[in-house]
Structure formats: C-alpha cells, structure tokens
C-alpha cells in the first residue's frame, strides 16, 4: 500500500511518540541547572523528533521484533511505571559523566569548545521551530576529543587454549625481532606457551602474546569483516596472501586497500569496464568504488567524493587515473569529446607538476581536486581542477638522486629541431638546475616521446600552437635563467652578472633587453621619497635573486596551465550540480631533511586523515550514540591534538610562523627559538637544537630543519622583477606581472615600506591553511568513498612485501579499527520518513498505525528480519550489513509483480478494445461495401435501359453474323475450285503471260538505268580528284604567300632599324653643328673686344625652335663622306621591291640631304672667314667692309634658307608618312587574300 500525501498534523501519532513528548515536557520541567549544554539537533525529518535534550531509549521500550517483554498494554501503550524507572537510571549514568576528561564521548553531551581552535566544520548557530518542537543547532567541533572511552574486546579466548592445542590450529605469536610467526601450540606451562613455528622452530612465548589465526579456508579473502578473527597479523597475512595472487585490492568495509603492485597486471581494460557496467562483477576493484559512487549521484542525487590518500609511492595518481577512466567509459566515452579531454588533462599536469624523488619515480608535487560534472541523463558535461601547493623550489634545488619537473627534461630530449633551434636549447646535463642531482633519467621511461604525448594532449584540450610554443620559451627560459653567473667585482662581496650565452639567451626568450635583464638581477632599486637609488646585491643576494625570478615564472606557468585546461573543460550553462570529486594530494613524506614543503605536505595529509576518523569513526558513532542506539564505542588513534598543534591560534604552528615572517630581523633559529619556547609542554611536538623540531604526526614522527622556513613562508615578490617582466615583449611575462600588480593593495608594509607588492600579501602557510579548509568544507558537502594506497615496499620492487613498512601504514590509516566498526556497526541509516515512503508498499497489514516509525517496524517484522539485525532510534532506522538489500530485492520484485499485473490488465484491456475496435471496423466495411455493390448496380441497370446499349447489341450481334459469314464463303470457294479446276488452269496460263510481258519491260528500264550510274560516278570521282588537287595548288600558293610575308615583314624591320639608326647619326651631326656654330660666336665676340665696340650679337634661345629644328637637327649628319657611303649603299636596297613612289621619296630625301651638307659647308665657310677678317681687322684696313653688317646678312641668308628648307623637308616627311600607310593598307589587304 502507498503512503498518502498526508500533511504531519494528519498523521496519527503512535503510542511511542506520545511518550517521548511526555517525556520531553518532564524533563523540560524537572531538568537540574548545571546540567551540560543540550546536543546539537540531528537533521531534521518527516517523523516526530523528541526533546532536544537527546535521550537513549531504555533497552526494555526498544521497537523491536514483538515489542520485547510485552511492554504494550491493550490500548497500545507502553508502560510508563518502568519508563519512570528507567529514567532514573539514565539520569544518574549522566550525572556520572566527567565531561572534562580527554576521553573521547559521542554520548548526550560535548566538552567545552575552544575558542581559539578553528575548524572547517563550523555550523552556524540557528533556532528550528516545527510542530511545536524547538531544536537548537550549535557550532559542532568533531573531534575535540581525543579518543573512545571503551575498546571493543575481542573474544575471550584463554579458554580456549586446549581445544587450539587438541585440534592443532594455527596462531600468531611475535618473535624477538618484532614480527608475527604462525605457529601451533604445543603446550602450556603457566603463563607461558611452547609454540611451533612454521619453519619448525619451537620457541616459548607468553600466553597474552598469542593471538588466534584463522582457518585456511578464510586465507585470502576479499572483506576484511570476513575474518573470523580480526588482528594485526592476520590482516598483515590475508592482504599478503592476496598480494602474491596479484589481488592488489581488498575491502576493509567500506575502505577500499590498493597495494600498489609496481607493475602492469591484467585487471583493467574495456572487457573489465564492461564487466562493472553491467554488475556482473562484484570484486574488490576501484572501478567498483567509482561504479558505487555513480549509481549513488544518480539515485540519491548527492554528490559523491573518492577520496585517495596513502603515502609518496603508494599509487594515488595511477588509481585516480583509473577511476576516471572508469567514469569517463561510464559516462559516455574515453575516447572522444570531453571525456577524452578530462582524461587528457592527467598527462600534462603529470608533466607539469610531478617529479622524481627518492621514493617514487613520478611523485604528484602538487595537490590536485577534479570535479567531475555530469548532466541529467549521466553524462560528463564538464570539469573543474583546483591545485594546491606546487613545491616551487625544486626548479632551482634538487636533492641527490631526484629529478625536477618531468616537462623540463622532455623538452631537451624530445623537442623537434626547428623549436630547438628558436630556443637555443641543449641537452639537459648542460643546465645548472639540472644537473645538479646527478640524475637525468628514470629507468624504462622514453623523454623524447613523452614530449609528443604531451603535445597530443594540449592538442587536445585545445591549447593552440602559439600558446604551445609561449609555454616552451618560458621553460627554456626558467633553464637558461640558471645557467646565468656572477663575478665579484670588489670587497663587499658585490657582484656583476657574467655576461655570457645564457644572459643573451635567457634575454631573448623573457622578452627583454640583456641590459634590462642584468640590472634586474644585479642591483637593488631602492625608493626614498621621490628619489630612486640602484644598489648592488651581494653574490647571495644576486643567486637568491635569480632563483626567485625562475620560482615565479614556473609557477606562474602551472597556474595560467592550470587556468587554460579549466576553461576547456568549463561546463557552463550545462551545469546540474550532479558532481563526483577526485581528490589526489601528495602522500605523508618523511626524508632525511624535511623542509617547510614537508611541513605543509605533512599537514594537509593530517587534515585529511582527520575527515577520514571524523566520517568512517566519529559521526557513525556520533549518530548511534544521539539517536539512542545501543552501542559500544570503538577505540581508535585520533590526531586532533597535532592538528591543534599545527593551526590553533594564537599558539600554533602556523599562526607563530606568520607572526616571526613579519619581523624583519627574525631568523629561522628564532622561528626555532619561539616553537620550544610555547609549544615543549605539547605531546605532539618535541624541540631539537640547531634549529630542529619534531612533530608527532599520525603516521609517525617527523624531523623538520626550520632552515628557510620564514623566507617560503613569505614567498617574497621583488617588485623590481615584477617592474622589470611588465616591460616585456612577450605575452605572458606581461600576464604573469599584471596578475602581481593587480593584487597588490595600495597600503604598505610598516616594516618594509619600499615593497608594496609584498605589504599585506598571505603568508603561503596561511593560504594553504585557508585552501585546505575550503577543501575540507566541499568534502562535507558530499558523500565520500575511501581508498587507502599502501606502498608495500621502499624499493619500488614487483612482489615484496615489507611487513612492518605495509604494518605501519595500516596502522596509520586505521584499517583494523574500521573492519570492527563495520563488523559491529550499522553502515545502513535511513529516516524513518524516508524508509516507510520507500517501502511502505511492502506492508500487508492495513490495521498498522500510519505514522512512519511504525510502518518501519511493521515491515522489518513483516520480513522476519531478526531484531540484532537493526535498531530502531529516534529519527532513523539502523540496518546491519546486507538487510537493506534483501529489502530492496523484495521491492524490486514486488515492482515487477506490479508490473506484471499491470501489464496483464493492460493487455486484457488493450485486446478488448481491439477486438471492439475491429468487429466496428468489419460492420463499417460491410456497410460500405454494400453501398459501393448497389451504386455499381444501379449504374449498369441504367445504363442497360439506354437505346446506346440495344446498338452496340446489334452492333455485336452484326459483327458475328459476318464472320460467320465469311467463314461459310471460304468453305463454298474451296468446293468451288474443285469443281472448275480445269478452268481456272487455263486462265492461270493466260495471266502468266502477260506477266511475263510486263516484267521485260521492267527490265529493260532497269538496265539503262544501270549503264548511266557508272558514268555519272566517274564524273563524280573526276571532280573530287580535281578538287583536291586545286586544294593542294591552293595549299602551296598559301605557303609561297606566307613566304612572301615574312621576307617583306623582315625588309620592312630592317627598313625601320635602318631609318632609327639614321636618325640616330643627323641628331649626332646637328649637335655638332651647333656646336660649331656656338664656337664660331665665341670666337667672333673675342676678336672684337680689341675693335669697336659692336653691336650685341642676339644668339637665338637654346629652343627658339624647338619643334622644327629639333626635327631637322635630328636629321643633320656629322661628317658627308660617311653617312653619304651608308646612304648609297641603303638606297638599292629600298629601291628593290619598291615601285616608282617610293624611289621619287628616296630622291628627295637623298636631294635634301645633299642641299644640306653643301649648305652646311658654305655657313661654315663664311662663318670661318668672318671669325678671320675680325682678328684681322686691327691689321688690315677694309674701307668698304663692316663685321656687324656681314654677320647679319649671314644671319639673314641663314634663316631664310632654313624656312624654305623647313617646308622642302616638311613635304617630304609627309609624302614618306603616306607611302609608309599605302605599304601597311597593301600588306593587309594582301595577308587577308592570304587567309
């Protein structure tokens, strides 16, 4: 039956309700003063909640199969005479309570809260009133105790001993170097027991050391809860067993274990995908937790978190790039689209931000977040990372044996040459950072061709080529940046920058001036006031200087990487706030020297070991414990105390360091001072010398040098670098300054006033905290799934197994304490609202109250579901391992009983209304067809009745009479024949007669008109041979005439050149005359500068006739003799081939060149002679003769000489224009016969 949509003031209220609101007015009434604050208020649910002052029911008023003791009376209440007693009793068990012990106590009341202790699980405090019930919500703070104040005991087994001797069973028993030995007992004595060894030794050891082992028949099994019996070795040797089977995964409830086995095995790939995707296989694997973690956010509509943690070289990467993989296939694809991108994005981070260190060959030196979105239908729509903590000093310091970044060595080995080439890159042992390590590979891994996956993958995610390469420059640029050095240059230990291939180089790529770049590094810009002043940095100083500016820029890069792959995988509008969360940080580390990045590593896994006790540990306990569950509390180590230690203010860890960072004369060692000075009375910290401290972390102790602590801590960022990257060229040292200078306040640092960039910037500690917290808030905020990595060996070696190194680390994660929660526990909690909704179908009974508590408990009864099976509390029912999927299979069944009803009702009806469907149809067809019959005989009748019907009667009826006729015509002319035989032979002789007549005729007609078709077919022939042949004649003249054209086209051009070249020589010789003629005026104005002075001699303008002169100048030879020789030799040949016209030109040509040459001649004859007679005239006396007037008459002689040759020359350059357009119209009329 369903549950109706009944509001809560209509629903009844059971028995047991009306008891607790009673109880709840009592005790609000009666309730002492100093009793502790009330507990904060479970979440609210559909059902009735009692007091806020949560109670445990008494176990005699338990709900529980039959209502034990029968403490329902006949009217279905319970009886309050031993309620009253029982709460006696429970008050004075809370009176008893000492709440300021460091005991841990998840019962009715919590211990005072600290408040300078800080915790990202604060609720704000708020007041909820329903139905007349006030619920007070106040500021939980989990964890503040330290630990359980009962442990479970394991069985007693003393007892037991002989039955282990009788029947030869196996035990564990510790051996002198401290590890675990099977063995069997041979006997006891005293205390004492003879043990022997799997090896055959035989050892006495006490009997309180000995611990049970289980049957063979439980070896290697997948849940740690199968154990019969649960300790440390056989946990150790179960997961050893399996281990060796290459089983790397076994359950702990609900933690997943994942040994990582340091090789490639069989248990992935698409057949095993496919194998989880359809639930048929159920084993322990992390696609079974990433399959768990889909179907949930699905049905429930929660987002789900898988949280990886374990130690450096446990396999936390490789494991969550398995549960993507997992996600992705799930989810659409691995492929193509987004999930292909999403999957991409683990190859460049990896390249980006993992290195090589002394444990592990690819260890994440970063933390990173993936949240995974998904749309409605479940598909991956998009995808957000979030990073945490680069380690930023291993691009310029490296320990011996470790590797820096994996990107920085695949770029020198794998880079193509023409990127090689523009970035002026070497091999990787040529560059400082380096080398330094001595150690440039790992073992089995290609750089070179990780580089090309790497390329692929930005590809991908549609980081573009130019963006590629921009990325490329500033790792070659970090790599050059380390190779630059310094020289001191005088006393003081100041230094110059060696300028050398790396400055030039490292300049060229950030996109600066090498002058720029030396002064950034080698001297100081100090403000005071408006002045500026420069100073020069000591060699520290300047090394210092210039591995801060590689620090920055690299991480500056992973950040604005980081910022690209995001905006690539953006959901955007598609976003539906379904969402699994990955979380892969960096492993708990402990090496020789631990520095502040340990620090910080150390602390976030501290963190997170914390969630991991609070979900797994203290709010299932917590739960049992305010929900009135009956229940024995669990032991287990709690790190509150350390995380205190490290971020309680005002005297933690964190909140010291920051408060020396802001000294400026304080030094590490009094960092170190401060710390023994506050925190030595701690448990978790224990101070050294030198600078040293210990912290006792939850996996162990840890030895921290505080050498460099203050100066990461600050993170300092100089603004004359900043200045210095804004004045780049270049794209992203631009970007990287500009981010910088944005988040820089305007306000300054009192103790460092010239520094504004660096004022009021958070400490990297602090921020960190502040990142771990928002973490830890978004981890809250969804349901979490566990995997713990453990790292078998130190090695890195497939197959061993190191017991004591596997020991510790379960330990540390706690794995034993969650199998006997998980044993003991109830992993199954559902609201009572919420189970009745589900299930209340289920119920048979309609006489059940309707209320939802007791429709829970009248289906668990309904089932038979025994009562240690589950507990009922006040606001949820607690089911043991499995309960809830035997009830769930009993729903699903009954759905499908539904559905098979319903299906059967709905095929009755459907094949009801069909067959009504059909007999309307048959009765519909069989009217129709009757009406379409009678319309049809309607027609014919009509039409029978027509006088065209009786025609076309008689028309057949004709037609038939005639071919019967002709048939009896054709047998009576048969007969007929026979009898005039002879007759008709006769005729047929007289007819062939005259046919034979008429066929010669025919004959001889045809035959002349065979005789006359050869004739006109010779003619014929004849003709076409005629035709071809005047076809060739015409042929051969075509070629002559084409002949003839060429020869004319090549006279014509040498004609042309003739005439160009003639030109050439009179524009030669008119130069020269005038030239002569010039000479002859200067010698005349010289001669007579002794006589009287005469009268100006006006030379004409230098173009006083510019058009004809230049016309005849042009055509004035030099010399007679020779142009007369090329002349005459010119003019047979024109005259060839020329008609009566053009030899008529030619003469008066050859005319008019003559009269010039012989005019020539006498001008400068008598020119010649006027230049004598006037040197001569201071000698001779000439009465009669005057120079003046005879240079004027020569000038007038001259000139009319030159007007009337003007006009002959004139006339004859039109009649050669003319003939020269007669031979052009000939030619084309002649070549257009031609064609």
């Not at 208020?41 to 949560?54: F, M």
């Not at 690299?554 to 969360?581: H, P």
């Not at 009192?750 to 660096?758: E, T, V």
């Amino acid at each position: 039956m369903m549950l109706s949509a009944a509001s809560p003031q209509s629903i009844a209220r059971s028995s047991l309700e009306e008891m607790l609101e009673s109880l709840r007015r009592r005790d609000d009434a009666e309730s002492p003063k100093d009793l502790p604050p009330a507990l904060p208020a479970r979440p609210t649910s559909r059902a009735r909640l009692p007091s806020s002052r949560q109670r445990s029911l008494p176990m005699t008023s338990q709900v529980q199969n039959g209502y034990k003791n029968n403490n329902l009376n006949s009217n279905n209440e319970l009886d309050f005479t031993l309620i009253e007693v029982t709460k006696a009793n429970e008050d004075s068990k809370r009176k008893e309570k000492d709440f300021a012990s460091s005991i841990c106590s998840f019962g009715s009341k919590k211990s005072k809260k600290d408040p300078n202790l800080e915790s990202p699980y604060r609720i704000g405090a708020e007041e909820v009133e329903k139905e007349g019930i006030r619920c007070s919500t106040k500021t939980i703070v989990p964890g503040s105790d330290s630990c359980l104040a009962f442990k479970i005991k394991e069985p007693e087994w003393e007892d037991n001993i002989g039955y282990f001797i009788k029947k030869k069973l196996s035990i564990w028993c510790q051996i002198v170097s401290g590890h675990w030995e099977s063995g069997t007992i041979l006997s006891t004595s005293g205390d004492n027991a003879c043990v022997s060894l799997s090896n055959g030794d035989t050892i006495k050891v006490p009997i309180g050391e000995l611990l049970p082992a289980n049957p063979d028949i439980l070896e290697g099994v997948e849940d740690l809860i199968q154990l019969s019996y649960l300790n440390e070795p056989s946990v150790l040797h179960n997961l050893q067993f399996r281990y060796s089977q290459d089983m790397i995964y076994s359950k702990a409830g609900p933690v997943l274990i994942a040994i990582n086995p340091f090789k490639n095995t069989q248990i992935y790939g698409k057949g095993v995908v496919a194998s989880y995707r359809q639930k048929t296989a159920r084993n322990a694997h992390v696609y079974d937790v990433a399959d768990a973690a889909y179907s949930e956010m699905l049905r429930d509509e929660v987002n789900q978190s898988i949280i990886i943690s374990g130690e450096s070289g446990a396999g936390k990467t490789e494991t969550a790039k398995i549960a993507m993989q997992y996600l992705a296939a799930l989810a659409g694809g691995d492929t193509v689209g987004i999930e292909h991108e999403i999957l991409q994005t683990s190859c460049i981070l990896e390249a980006f931000g993992n290195s090589k260190t002394s444990r592990n060959d690819n260890s994440s030196r970063f933390g990173k977040f993936i949240e995974i979105h998904f749309s409605t239908s479940g598909k991956i729509c998009g995808a957000k990372i979030q990073t945490f903590l680069l380690e930023k000093s291993r691009v310029v310091q490296l320990a011996k044996g470790e590797r820096s970044y994996h990107v920085l060595y695949q770029l020198c080995a794998g880079a193509p040459s023409s990127l090689k080439e523009r970035l002026n890159l070497k091999l990787a042992q040529e560059y400082n950072y380096l080398n330094q390590s001595g150690c440039l590979t790992i073992d089995g891994v290609d750089d070179g061709k990780r580089f090309h996956t790497l390329q692929e993958a930005m590809d991908i995610v549609r980081i573009v080529k130019h963006e590629q390469e921009a990325v490329f420059t500033m790792l070659a640029a970090v790599l050059w940046l380390g190779n630059i050095s310094f020289q001191v240059i005088d006393s003081e230990n100041h230094v110059d920058v060696v300028t050398d291939e790396a400055v030039t180089v490292a300049a060229k790529l950030i996109g600066c001036s090498v002058n720029d770049l030396v002064l950034a590094l080698s001297c100081r810009k100090i403000v005071v006031g408006k002045d500026n002043f420069s100073k020069k940095l000591t060699l520290q100083q300047a090394n210092d200087r210039r591995d801060a500016l590689a620090k920055f820029l690299y991480a500056s890069l992973f950040d604005w990487l980081v910022e690209q792959i995001n905006k690539s995988l953006e959901v955007g509008k598609r976003c539906t706030g379904k969402a699994i969360n990955i979380l892969d940080i960096y492993g708990f580390e402990s090496f020789k020297k631990n520095s502040f990045e340990q620090f910080c590593i150390n602390y976030a896994n501290e963190r997170l070991q914390q969630h991991f006790n609070r979900h797994l540990f203290k709010l299932e306990q917590e739960d049992y414990e305010v929900d009135g569950i009956d229940w024995t509390k669990v032991d287990f180590e709690d790190n509150q105390d350390c995380l205190n230690l490290i971020e309680k203010k005002p005297l933690g860890i964190l909140s010291l360091l920051d408060e020396e960072s802001n000294f400026p004369k304080a030094t590490d060692l009094t960092f170190a001072n401060k710390l023994k000075e506050h925190l030595n009375s701690n448990p978790c910290f224990k101070g050294g010398k030198d600078g040293f401290f210990c912290i006792h972390h939850y996996a162990g102790e840890v030895t921290y040098d505080t050498c460099g602590f203050l100066e990461k801590n600050r993170d300092p960022v100089l603004p004359d670098l900043i200045k210095f990257l804004s004045s780049s060229s270049h794209h992203l040292p631009q970007l990287f300054a500009s981010r910088i200078l944005d988040q820089s306040p305007k306000a300054g640092n009192p103790y460092n006033p010239s520094n504004p960039i660096d004022s009021q910037r958070q400490s990297v500690g602090m921020k960190f905290k502040g990142q771990l917290f928002n973490l830890m808030h978004q981890l809250e905020t969804t349901k979490p799934h566990f995997v713990r990595c453990i790292k078998p060996n130190n090695k890195q070696t497939p197959g061993l197994y190191e017991k004591d190194l596997v020991l510790q680390q379960l330990r540390c994660c706690g794995v034993i304490e969650v199998v006997r929660i998980s044993r003991s526990g109830f992993p199954t909690r559902i609201l009572h609202q919420e189970f009745a909704e589900r299930y209340g179908i289920l119920l048979v009974d309609a006489n059940v109250s309707k209320d939802p508590l007791s429709i829970s408990v009248a289906i668990l009864q309904q089932f038979n579901i025994l009562p240690e099976m589950y507990q009922v509390g006040y606001t949820k029912l607690y089911l043991r391992t499995g309960q809830i999927a035997l009830l769930e299979d009993k729903r699903k069944q009954f759905l499908q009983d539904i559905v098979r009803v319903q299906k059967c009702f709905r095929g009755h009806r459907a094949r009801i209304h069909f067959c009504g469907l059909q007999d309307g149809v048959k009765a519909l067809q069989s009217f129709i067809r009757g009406e379409i019959a009678r319309k049809k005989f309607q027609a014919v009748k009509r039409k029978s009745t027509t006088s065209p019907s009786k025609t076309l009667f008689v028309a057949e009826q004709m037609e038939i009479i005639y071919l019967q006729s002709v048939i009896r015509g054709c047998l009576a002319r048969k007969q007929l024949d026979q009898l005039h035989k002879l007759k008709v032979g006769s005729e047929t002789l007289k007819l062939r007669a005259k046919s034979s007549k008429k066929i010669s005729g025919l004959k001889d007609v045809t035959m002349e008109q065979v005789q006359v078709l050869p004739i006109a077919l010779a003619e014929l022939e004849r003709r076409v041979r005629k035709a071809e042949a005047d076809l060739e004649q015409k042929e051969d003249e075509n070629a002559s005439l084409r002949d003839q054209l060429r020869q004319y086209e090549t006279k014509w051009s040498d004609f042309e050149a003739r005439m160009k070249s003639m030109e050439e020589v009179w524009q030669k010789q008119m130069a020269s005359l005038q030239m002569s003629l010039s000479a002859a005026r200067k010698s005349l104005i010289t001669g007579d500068h002794n006589a009287a002075p005469p009268k100006r001699i006006e030379a004409p303008p230098h173009d006083y006739d510019s058009e004809d002169t230049a016309s005849m100048g042009s055509r004035t030879p030099v010399g007679t003799g020779t142009v007369q020789i090329k002349y005459s030799a010119t003019i047979p040949a024109l005259r060839s081939g020329r008609d009566t016209s053009t030899n008529g030109a030619l003469n008066s040509v050859n005319d008019l060149f003559k009269e010039f040459e012989l005019r020539k001649q006498k001008f400068d004859d008598d020119a010649q002679a006027l230049g004598q007679e006037g040197h001569k005239s201071s000698e001779l006396s000439f009465q009669n003769s005057n120079p003046d007037e005879e240079l004027r008459k020569l000038k007038t002689r001259f000139e009319s000489w030159k007007k009337e040759y003007k006009v002959r020359l004139r006339e004859t350059k039109s009649r050669l224009h003319k003939l020269g357009h007669l031979e052009a119209d000939k030619g084309r009329k002649w070549w257009g016969k031609m064609r």
